[in-house]
């Protein structure tokens, strides 16, 4: 083995990359219909005041549309991101399925799962099989002396690095912004 | 290295690079035993000045400095060709059964090569030229390839090491932020 990874915890499945960063956020996904493993789907959806990825078992894509409607018609961001978590918690359809919601704003991100709202201050979330290495390389990324890119543009060079250490990422990802 | 060996010294990230002409390898200073951080301030990489190379090593300390030993002794009888050493290394393990597998490996970069050299026998030179190895090695590297892949990367790279090392420090409970550097 090259380095220490546990082959026990390896995360088979969709790999998703958001960035929160000086008033802008990008999400992106490397899922891909005609590759995908298994049941699990990756989706990220652009509303007007934030960015919604998720992944999970495809059955439960209704559900991340449902959380899209609930943030739609809330006020406050941060107060919905905590209400989903509860209801995927309480809500004895919901707690069914297993997943991972990634919620971004202008200024805050959240990592969203049953029971848990977790908020990122970084503004870096990455989830999936590539996330240490998105991770890292946005790191590097933000430390250069000039960054001129645009969030997108950093989200897609995180891919390009997670996929080039990692064998379960794919490069070609699909990446929604808000500006 | 392998968090199976529990009881063992392990977790480390030693990155290693060769860009432009130049060598730098940097390693982090936390010897960590189970849960417990025992040393902070390790030296886990050297410069073999009579051959101008590069070395760092992760995993069991003995083991580690065990490798090293030979390696520096490979050089010797090859003069300094350094693959010649790596794979004459290697080869020892497979033929002697005496030899025990150690936990170790080993980062060797030089001006021309660079290799990952493991206890257990494989030799490994990238194509990038950058070599890492220990617990957050994976963090590391993503750190450096996306650095170099930005518009205006840093030449040295001796710079391009420590940046990753700390973003890997950042990452990974087992490395931490007491970074040294050795350039060629």
Redesign the interface.
Known sequence: MFWTKNKGDKKAGTTIIGLVHSGKAAIGTDFDEAKKQGDEVGLVKSCPDFLIGFTGLCQATSIAENFVHKLDTREDFEETCREICQDWQTDEALCQIPGKLVALGRDCAYIITAGKADKVETGIVAIGPGEEYALAAIRAILAQPDVAESVEEIVKRAFKVAAGVCVLVNSNANIVSLN | ????NSGAF?GTTIIGMRLNGKAAIAGDGQVTFNEMVFKAGAKKIRKFDDFDVLVGFAGGAADGLALLQRFEEKLSEHHGNIPRAAVELAKDWRTDRYLRRLEAMLVVVSLENCF?ISGTGDV?EPDDGIC????G???????????L????PPTDPAVIVR??L???A??CIYTNNKISVISL
């Open positions: 290295m392998n968090s199976s392990h990952v490994v890492v190895i220990g617990s090695a994976g963090y590391a590297l993503a750190a450096a390839r996306a650095i892949s930005s518009k205006n940046k990753s700390e973003i890997a950042d990452i």
